[in-house]
């Protein structure tokens, strides 16, 4: 037992000796070559923060516009199709009975040609508002990469200033 307390009591010891902090190491004073470097670096950081908000900005207002403009090209197209389909099964309604199955076998053409128009109207209104998507995605990766150039050349400067 008192070989165990003996080892416990030097392993306690040891580990006080290891485990005294180093004194603090006091930090360089900063030169104004320094100071100014950082200063200049942090307003082109601000202002470079600023520009690609606005560019982030313009960007998901014409990402919105252009939703907004597809789903306006798709209601007017379903719209158009509908009108087209209405008119046709009014006018097949009309029919004689003896020609009946006949104007039957032209609204459904009607029908047929009119959701295809419509079709193909949803599609270039997507193709379009996608587009514009991929377009402002790009603009908003440019001002990121223009943003941490920014940041990169005034952390440069300030570790030049720092080495003269």
Same mark, same amino acid.
């Given at each position: 037992m008192n070989k165990l307390i003996a080892t416990l009591i030097a392993g306690l010891f040891a580990t006080a000796a290891f485990a005294q902090a180093p004194a603090a190491v006091s930090a360089p004073t900063p030169t104004p070559a320094v100071v100014k470097a950082e200063v200049k670096a942090d307003n082109a950081n601000a202002k470079a923060v600023k520009a690609e908000a606005q560019v982030n900005a313009k960007a998901?207002? @014409?990402?919105? +516009?252009?939703? &907004?403009?597809a789903n306006t090209s798709h209601a007017k197209a379903h719209l158009k199709a509908q009108k087209a389909k209405s008119k046709a099964r009014a006018k097949a309604a009309k029919a004689d009975a003896a020609d009946q199955q006949t104007a039957?076998? @032209?609204? !459904?053409?009607?029908? /047929? $040609? &009119?959701?295809? @128009? /419509? !079709?193909?109207?949803?599609? $270039? &209104?997507? +193709? @379009? /508002?996608? $587009?514009i998507k991929?377009? &402002?995605k790009a603009d908003k990766a440019v001002a990121s990469t223009e943003t941490g150039a920014v940041k990169a050349e005034g952390k440069a400067d300030v570790k030049a200033a720092a080495g003269k």
């Open positions: 998901d207002e @014409k990402i919105g +516009a252009a939703k &907004a403009q039957n076998a @032209k609204a !459904d053409k009607v029908d /047929a $040609k &009119a959701d295809a @128009k /419509a !079709d193909k109207s949803v599609i $270039k &209104a997507d +193709a @379009k /508002a996608t $587009k991929v377009d &402002a």
